[in-house]
């Protein structure tokens, strides 16, 4: 039961995701690092969880104020999972600040990929968007060493 519809609206478009995102996380080899074992799973799950209905969920999403700050939260929750599951299988690190960046930029990465892929009307996947903004992330910090 659901206490009105923008709640049938977010439990679809959440769909299980952060679940599926714990669990990714989880799998991975702590021996990997943080950013990488995000990235790989992000980029995984973008290509599972998009379906055909996706687009026209996120125009509803977008269309009031009130389901669009929802949606923005469903974000923060998403970013806490990634970063409960991060301390989780890392618990032997002294890197808990950078995981908290990790999780907090990657989720960020995963909003403007979805912004991307929403202006685009869609016309590649998910991953495509995404893939794109990680690897411009990755260029910049390559730039910013590199002076």
Known sequence: YFKSKEDILLARQDGGFRQSLRTAILNCSP???PFKAVRDCLLKL???EETKDSIVVDRIM???P???ARKQARFIEIENTLFEAMIELWSNSSQVNDMSIISMVSI???RLALEDWRQNKAKQPIFYYLKL???????LFDD???K
């Open 46 to 48: 973008a290509t599972i």
């Open 144 to 146: 910013c060493y590199r």
């Open 108 to 110: 960020g990465l995963l």
């Open 62 to 64: 977008q269309s009031t």
């Open 66 to 68: 009130a389901l669009s």
């Open 31 to 33: 021996d990997q690092s």
């Open 133 to 139: 903004r990680f690897a411009g992330l990755e260029q």
